[in-house]
Nanobody, 125 residues
Framework: EVQLQASGGGLVQAGGSLRLSCAASGFTFDDAAIGWFRQAPGKEREGVSCISSSNGSTYYADSVKGRFTIPSDNAKNTVYLQMNSLKPEDTAVYYC??????????????????WGQGTQVTVSS
């Protein structure tokens, strides 16, 4: 059974940092494309970072480019979302998802696999 467990959310002041974790099990982690998404109140879910379907590079949403990265630890079957220089507009529930890729004709990340349960990130001004 595929399972993703997201954790690490919390309350942080603007300008601070957080690292979210997505622990995966039930599939071959090395071949997985795990992406991060977020949903703010009243807004649609958006892809924060995922792997490009065309060239395998890492896609970052313009709103997080230069501030967020997605390091991984294959030995721990874990993908992280390192968030630096956080802004109040980064406040959202963050999700990780399996089989997530950026598709240029959609102009966004799309996930076809399982989702984690979400972790709340709140950035105060």
């Amino acid at each position: 059974e595929v399972q993703l467990q997201a954790s690490g959310g919390g309350l942080v002041q603007a300008g601070g940092s957080l690292r979210l974790s997505c622990a995966a099990s039930g599939f071959t982690f090395d071949d997985a494309a795990i992406g991060w998404f977020r949903q703010a109140p009243g807004k649609e879910r958006e892809g924060v970072s995922c792997i490009s379907s065309s060239n395998g590079s890492t896609y970052y949403a313009d709103s997080v480019k230069g501030r967020f990265t997605i390091p991984s630890d294959n030995a721990k079957n874990t993908v992280y979302l390192q968030m630096n220089s956080l802004k109040p507009e980064d406040t959202a529930v963050y999700y990780c998802a399996e089989d997530a890729n950026y598709y240029s004709h959609f102009g966004k990340c799309v996930a076809f696999g399982s989702w984690g349960q979400g972790t709340q990130v709140t950035v105060s001004s």
